[in-house]
């Protein structure tokens, strides 16, 4: 597919902004901002974490209003007009739908009552058309390959699948103008191929669709122009067939000379953590995880691969204390370490990066100081007080290190971009004397140059004799920056490889092979109902 919609060139103008700006305290986040969008287009609005894009999109659907300049959008047969957008009521009857990359769903309602919230439908007397709600929502979930029922409760399904919700209820609202912020995020390929389907059938219809992605090569396959921003200013427009070298140095201001900047070291040190038969039981469908054995040793990055649902996340979680396990043991330094005690694993010396760092890295509505500061805060604390100006002093110097865009420490981490917000995560564990890091999903939903600062971050911790267990959906960054990869299918590990035998191939052909022990690969969890979690 070409990053070029030759059916329709030159469609009606739905959207203009006009030098938008914003301001919060301390920042601006928005300096000027110029932006179209055509009907019948996928206009790409591309930029590193802290931007500016998430503003932009909250402007046009009425969560923040700017400072200055203009907001147009089509009011068709007279042409653009200017508007106040407001609420999300007005951009709703201004037909701008906006799918944002934090989910904005109840989990206590239905999937039918999510996907029509405020607006379900009535009958004579006013009451909820049960009937009738069903069949629209079972219109709409087939529409996005969904096959979950409109009254599963939205707090069962998995992450993948509520975003397909996400995806459902802004069809529903049938927008001319569509918002798409990160939405391939937390999707299989199996989804973000059915994604991309919808996208080009809205794109042929005239919608215009602006699409928000840290993932370049989708810029290509489904892109017509792009927008760059850089620091709150819209640096460039181009179109969507540029190199993506040349994107890159757009958005970072800078050339990045190597996506994968792994410096391997001559010898690993002696193994920090070792994991021997580690098991926990789940359901008669079969374990969760069986038999685990690894090593990581100090100076090397252990790459851990597989699907959706193999059981990756839940080993980590284990190791760290988080959850318990029912056999096994898990040694630091050669020291057993007490299962299900977070607190003992972190005077071992492992720290944790979990995959949502919203719901379990940061203290949301606490400052980046206290957020920095907590995995250490024994440390900072004399007699019953806490030292703040210690804390304060180490906090910055961390932010600093990790180029954290803030206005202060002050700063609610809930205020941050999602690159930011990751750096706050990985940085408590900096300030902790961490000497394992387990990083789980660590660059999901964050820009390219923020990626690469954290690869570098990953070569610093282990030149200096620390080590890294790496968990990622993202294949080539396994590839690129692990020293071994640990290949899980099914609860159990399948093999091993050195990074000279690790290719695309060679981990999908352990990951796809049932493990000893069940030959007909009947054992699976809901998760891995998602499907195939590589791309």
Same mark, same amino acid.
């Given at each position: 597919m070409t990053g070029v919609n030759d059916d329709v060139p030159g469609g009606r103008e739905l959207l203009r902004v006009e030098g938008v700006t914003k301001s919060f305290p301390g920042v601006r986040a928005l300096d000027g901002v110029d932006l179209s969008l055509r009907g019948g287009e996928v206009h790409v609005l591309l930029g590193e974490n802290g931007a500016g894009k998430s503003t932009l999109i909250k402007m046009l659907s009425g969560a923040h209003r700017p400072d200055a300049g203009r907001i147009l959008v089509d009011g068709a047969p007279h042409g653009l007009r200017e508007v106040q957008i407001r609420s999300a009521r007005d951009a709703e009857r201004l037909r701008i739908a906006t799918i944002y990359q934090e989910f904005n769903l109840v989990p206590g309602l239905t999937v039918a009552e999510n996907l029509f919230l405020?607006?379900?439908?009535?009958?004579?007397?006013?009451?909820?058309?049960?009937?009738?709600?069903?069949?629209?929502?079972?219109?709409?979930?087939?529409?996005?390959?969904?096959?979950?029922?409109?009254? $599963?409760? *939205?707090? %069962? +399904?998995?992450? !993948?699948?509520?975003?397909?919700?996400? #995806?459902?209820?802004? &069809?529903?609202?049938?927008?001319?103008?569509?918002?798409?912020?990160?939405?391939?995020?937390?999707?299989?390929?199996?989804?973000?191929?059915?994604?991309? $389907?919808? *996208?080009? %059938? +809205?794109?042929? !219809?005239?919608?215009?669709?602006?699409? #928000?992605?840290?993932? &370049?090569?989708?810029?290509?396959?489904?892109?017509?122009?792009?927008t760059v921003l850089r620091d709150g200013r819209s640096v460039a427009e181009v179109p969507a067939s540029t190199d993506q070298d040349e994107l890159i140095r757009l958005m970072v201001g800078r050339d990045i000379a190597e996506q994968y900047p792994r410096v391997r070291p001559d010898e690993p040190g002696a193994p920090l953590l070792r994991v021997r038969g580690l098991t926990r039981h789940g359901t008669t469908a079969g374990?969760?995880?069986?038999?685990?054995?690894?090593?990581?040793?100090?100076?090397?990055?252990?790459?851990?691969?597989?699907?959706?649902?193999?059981?990756?996340?839940?080993?980590?979680?284990?190791?760290?204390?988080?959850?318990?396990?029912?056999?096994?043991?898990?040694?630091?330094?050669?020291?057993?370490?007490?299962?299900?005690?977070?607190?003992?694993?972190?005077?071992?010396?492992?720290?944790?990066?979990?995959?949502?760092?919203?719901?379990?890295?940061?203290?949301?509505?606490?400052?980046?100081?206290?957020?920095?500061?907590?995995?250490?805060?024994?440390?900072?604390?004399?007699?019953?007080?806490?030292?703040?100006?210690?804390?304060?002093?180490?906090?910055?110097?961390?932010?600093?290190?990790?180029?954290?865009?803030?206005?202060?420490?002050?700063?609610?981490?809930?205020?941050?971009?999602?690159?930011?917000?990751?750096?706050?995560?990985?940085?408590?564990?900096?300030?902790?004397?961490?000497r394992l890091l387990i990083l789980d999903e660590p660059t999901r939903g964050i820009d390219v140059g923020a990626k690469v600062e954290i690869y570098q971050l990953v070569n610093e911790l282990t030149a200096a004799g620390r080590a890294v267990l790496m968990i990622s959906s993202d294949l080539p960054e396994v590839l690129g920056m692990s020293d071994r990869v640990l290949v899980?299918?099914?609860?159990?590990?399948?093999?091993?490889?050195?990074?000279?035998?690790?290719?695309?191939?060679?981990?999908?052909?352990?990951?796809?092979?049932?493990p000893h022990g069940t030959p007909d690969g009947n054992h699976t969890n809901e998760s891995a109902m998602e499907g195939s979690d590589v791309r």
């Open positions: 405020g607006r379900q439908p009535r009958t004579a007397l006013g009451l909820i058309d049960r009937k009738a709600l069903r069949a629209r929502a079972t219109q709409l979930l087939a529409r996005v390959g969904l096959d979950v029922s409109p009254d $599963t409760p *939205v707090a %069962e +399904l998995g992450i !993948a699948r509520r975003q397909m919700v996400e #995806i459902a209820k802004a &069809l529903g609202l049938d927008a001319g103008v569509l918002i798409m912020d990160e939405p391939t995020a937390v999707l299989t390929s199996e989804e973000v191929d059915t994604l991309f $389907t919808i *996208v080009r %059938e +809205l794109r042929d !219809a005239g919608v215009g669709i602006l699409f #928000i992605t840290h993932h &370049l090569e989708e810029i290509g396959a489904l892109g017509d122009r792009v374990p969760v995880f069986e038999g685990i054995d690894f090593e990581v040793r100090a100076g090397e990055v252990v790459g851990l691969a597989g699907l959706v649902g193999a059981g990756r996340t839940e080993v980590v979680r284990a190791v760290f204390g988080v959850d318990r396990y029912d056999a096994g043991t898990v040694e630091v330094d050669g020291e057993p370490l007490a299962g299900g005690d977070v607190r003992a694993a972190m005077r071992a010396g492992l720290g944790l990066v979990p995959e949502d760092r919203k719901g379990q890295g940061l203290v949301l509505d606490a400052s980046l100081q206290d957020n920095l500061t907590l995995a250490r805060l024994d440390r900072d604390t004399r007699g019953g007080l806490v030292d703040r100006g210690a804390q304060r002093r180490e906090a910055a110097a961390v932010a600093e290190r990790l180029r954290v865009r803030m206005s202060g420490l002050a700063q609610p981490a809930r205020t941050l971009s999602g690159g930011n917000q990751q750096k706050i995560v990985i940085g408590k564990w900096l300030l902790a004397d961490t899980m299918s099914q609860g159990r590990l399948a093999g091993e490889l050195p990074a000279e035998e690790a290719t695309q191939d060679a981990v999908m052909e352990l990951a796809l092979r049932p």
